[in-house]
């Protein structure tokens, strides 16, 4: 019987995997000896062997597997005496490192001038673990810190070495920043502790109330599509993109990084981006994007929602991913009705199951946000409190609504009719609709 | 011998076990999930250095191919780490011959068009023959979700 194209595919790959594709093994001699030995040096050894040197980001944390009875996540080597003034029930317990970037402010009761001095960001999506710089060499490290309780667990070194004035600094960062086993954050400002001291750090930041922090964070609060960028084409393939206190990320195929920072006033440079090619080729007219990318200098937001990030002749404009939301334009005081029952969101529509039936819903731009990752609303009422809602919640909403019973107006009338950010997609039930304008769960 | 020492031998007798069993089938998953064949040695390779750096706390009593490729996945699923190792740059020490090279880039085309999911649950399932339940749990999907991807690969495949 003839193969089909798929087995054929499959075929040839099983058979260039096992016989010109196999790699050699790594030297088990080599790789054993070296981890054998002093741990820090044995990994620094092979990360240089794998050319990946001067980046250590953490490993995610495990799922249910079968195997052996542990979870594939970092030991905690620390091992010390405990902190010397850990913070009991302290607030910022909940505060998500993920994503923030830190410089060093005082170490060992020295205050120590920003230029120059440590810094390093948590890696995005909440894994464990970061990289950094201690004024002299870059570092990795792939701890822990949540709920308060810290672990710079294991640091990897680049291999540069530290010498000359830079390096008694390093050295007493580094002493004090591996034996950390606890934090807190107040406002702009990390306080990690450990058996060896505090080291207290600052957000990479513009401070709260100018401009620059305002962008940075609209930016962090939301995924963004790229909708425009001069003389750049097929923008639509460009995956969306996250940004975070010094980085900006591409998700989905065909990914991209590049580093942030955000300045006084609203402004900003991109550089060092970056492009995984790996699965989906070389995507179309990335360069020309790189480089508008690399020449924004400001950026502010716009109405409608979107962010607009202009330099010396380039625009590009984000707009937000609303994912299954149909999203209008900010309203005024629409939270004077009332109706309650289940919140849907499926792959393409948000909805309420109301008494059986199914009410479209439509956000306002501003007070809505949507997380992609974990499928679920957050919302900003007027009163000053949030509401984050998931699929298959019992809701009450405030706002207003109608029907094409009510005002005679067919559904695809007053879709049409509708100024829209995000408009409903084919297939979702269009009538009745409520314009959401609170969110009680 | 002492009983610690007796302890750590049996342990770097275990991890090369390991390497001799699972090597190729770490690097095949990585390779499944990336279609790249340099970020698949580096993640191999890398499972391998979490593994070792686990030593004391894994059940070297149990199968590890699991632990492995659950690792695996995991750093492979990292994209910033991805990202990051192709701006740094890896030199290859590898090298294939004029066919090989030509007829892997047939077949890493045709597997471009699967998402690494689809073509992780179909090189484990069609060419690993594991279960679809162990290969759904591996994946951190349901078998459902698997089961969807392998036939989305394989209509992919078909129209490569």
Request: net charge negative; glycine share 12%.
């Amino acid at each position: 019987m003839e193969r089909s194209r798929a087995d054929k595919i499959l075929a040839d790959w099983d058979e260039l995997t096992r016989t010109v594709l196999r790699p050699g093994l790594p030297t088990r001699t080599t790789l054993t000896t070296a981890l054998s030995g002093s741990m820090l040096a044995g990994v620094a050894v092979l990360i240089i062997a794998f050319a990946a040197a001067s980046v250590w980001l953490g490993l995610s944390r495990g799922t249910g597997m079968t195997g052996p009875s542990v979870s594939p996540t970092e030991p905690s080597p620390t091992g010390t005496d405990g902190p010397t003034a850990s913070p009991s029930g302290s607030p910022t317990e909940d505060f998500d490192l993920a994503g923030t970037a830190w410089r060093v402010t005082t170490l060992d009761d020295q205050a120590l001038p920003a230029e120059g001095a440590p810094w390093f960001d948590f890696d995005s999506f909440g894994r464990p673990g970061g990289h950094g710089f201690t004024g002299c060499d870059e570092f990795g490290f792939g701890g822990t810190f949540e709920g308060g309780k810290g672990s710079a667990g294991e640091l990897i070194l680049s291999p540069a070495g530290c010498s000359g004035p830079a390096a008694p600094l390093e050295k007493l960062f580094l002493d004090t920043f591996r034996v950390v086993d606890a934090w807190s954050v107040d406002g702009d400002q990390l306080t990690l502790f450990g058996s060896k001291g505090q080291i207290v750090l600052a957000r990479e930041l513009p401070p709260v109330g100018d401009a620059g922090r305002a962008l940075a964070d609209t930016l962090r609060t939301a995924e963004w599509q790229i909708l425009e960028a001069t003389g750049v084409a097929g923008l639509d393939r460009v995956s969306p993109v996250q940004f975070f206190d010094r980085r900006l990320l591409g998700v989905g195929a065909c990914g991209y990084s590049g580093d942030v920072q955000f300045g006084s006033g609203g402004s900003l440079t991109i550089s060092d981006v970056g492009w995984d090619t790996s699965g989906c080729g070389e995507p179309d007219g990335r360069s020309a994007l790189q480089a508008v990318l690399e020449s924004v200098a400001a950026g502010r937001s716009e109405e409608g929602g979107t962010v607009r990030l202009s330099g010396s002749g380039v625009d590009l404009v984000l707009g937000r991913v609303w994912g299954p939301l149909a999203v209008i334009p900010p309203q005024d005081g629409a939270d004077t009705a009332r109706t309650e029952g289940t919140l849907r969101i499926t792959d393409t529509c948000v909805f309420l199951e109301e008494r059986g039936g199914a009410v479209l819903l439509l956000w306002p731009a501003d007070r809505t946000t949507w997380d992609a990752e974990q499928r679920t609303i957050t919302f900003a009422n007027f009163d000053g409190t949030t509401a984050t809602v998931a699929d298959g919640q019992p809701v009450v909403l405030g706002g207003g609504g109608g029907s094409s019973a009510e005002s005679g107006v067919t559904s695809g009338a007053w879709v049409a009719g509708m100024t829209w950010v995000a408009p409903p997609v084919d297939g979702c039930p269009l009538d009745p609709y409520w314009g959401v304008g609170d969110v009680r769960d | 011998m002492s009983t610690e020492t007796a302890a750590a031998s049996a342990v770097e007798v275990a991890y090369e076990r390991a390497y001799d069993e699972y090597w190729h089938n770490v690097f095949r998953f990585a390779l499944a999930w990336t279609n790249d064949r340099a970020a698949a040695e580096d993640l191999a390779q890398e499972s391998y250095v979490r593994l070792w750096r686990n030593r004391s706390t894994v059940d070297w009593d149990r199968p590890l191919l699991g632990w492995l490729l659950v690792t695996t996945r995991n750093l492979a699923t990292d994209r910033f780490r991805a990202i990051r190792r192709r701006i740094v740059g890896a030199p290859r020490s590898t090298t294939f011959t004029h066919e090989g090279v030509e007829r892997w880039l047939d077949v890493r085309a045709a597997m471009g068009r699967l998402s690494p999911l689809e073509r992780a649950a179909i090189v484990l399932t069609a060419l690993e023959g594991r279960s679809y339940a162990d290969t759904a749990e591996l994946l951190g999907t349901s078998a459902g979700g698997l089961r969807a991807a392998v036939s989305r690969a394989r209509d992919k495949l078909e129209g490569a």
